[in-house]
């Protein structure tokens, strides 16, 4: 069903563009939130909290700002919910997290686009010049994204299955705080805790390097770090959770893994010009996975550690050197305590390759 066509494209700034948005929707905004819930099924206390949770504002009840795509998400919501792989708590949670991540990648795709309109038609606001574009490259974008997708469950589940296999029948590697006690393995409902190495990793200087820097030449060097700790982190078999500014913070699964990460990272900075310095902190412990996102204290040491570490270091805590210990690869030297916001004596090991003895 398409939107009524006597309904004009706004104008008005920050307002949807209903012709863009029937291209790229697969149809227009026919339904108010008390149809949805109607044909959906779905209460409308949860359309309302799952529609914030996604990021979008929430309308009056009576505007017809739902397509029929909204109903069939909603709809396939219902149906995970009924097979019992989520909760309604974790699909509101889902939700926050799908729409943060993909709002992020819709923004750059729309400045690619916008950029790519200015470029060839020289008017960023030609309507038929938008629509030629968008609907050639959607089916692209969306063939493209769905690749990657399946590309990383794959990865996933071929780690989530091997680890699976290691571990004996209701056996959990101790958190802190276990006391050595094994506990049964959580259910999908329970919240994701693992022994994981955790590292942040900075520029050192660059507040100060990028402060006469025109847009041209500042998304240069973040192009440059981002590029650079992205193929290295992806080498080493580990994962970066998120990019903030001029720092990334990721996972490994071991802590050797992510030592070999972190000194290939601040190798690779020396060599490359134009490219700050960088330093990085480690720590290993239980981490709380939750929705793409780390926490627990292995975490926030990390991040400490980092904040202290001199240029073209690597720091790590003690749990972490005790698990590197025997191995020949590394030199772990003991440094002073320090005291850091949360922590008022944090004890760093400096990290180097054994051949810099």
Known sequence: MSAPE?????????????????????GG????????VERSGVGPGRTVQIWRALGFP????????????DVDALRAGERLIEAGLITEESE?????????????????????????????????????????????????????????WRRHLAAYAGQVLAAAEDTPAGHRVPGPGDQGEARPAPSHEDA????????????????????????????????RFESLTGDVVAEGHGRVVKTIGDEVLFVCESASAAADIALELTARAAAQHGLPQMRTGLAHGAVLGRY???YGAAVNIAARLTAVARPGTVLVDTAFAGELAGMTAYALR????????????????????ASAR
């Open 29 to 36: 905004r026919v339904w108010t939130r008390r149809d949805i």
């Open 92 to 148: 509101t949670m889902m939700a926050r997290a799908l729409g943060h991540h993909l709002s992020r990648l819709a923004e750059w795709q729309v400045f690619a686009l916008r950029s790519w309109v200015n470029r060839d038609a020289g008017d960023p606001a030609d309507e038929s010049a938008w629509l030629e574009r968008a609907g050639q490259l959607l089916p692209e974008l969306e063939l493209l994204q769905r690749h990657v």
């Open 292 to 294: 793409g996102d780390v």
């Open 6 to 26: 006597d309904i004009p494209a706004s104008s008005v700034p920050g307002e949807p563009h209903l012709t863009v948005e029937k291209v790229l929707l697969g």
């Open 192 to 223: 994701d805790v693992r022994d994981r190495a955790v590292g942040f990793t900075d520029m050192v200087g660059y507040t100060r390097m990028t402060r006469g820097l025109d847009s041209r030449a500042l998304a240069g060097v973040l192009d």
């Open 334 to 353: 003991g440094l002073r305590p320090v005291s850091v916001r949360g922590y008022s004596r944090l004890r760093p090991v400096l990290l180097r390759p």
């Open 58 to 69: 929430v309308a009056d009840d009576d505007a017809k700002v739902f397509t029929d795509a």
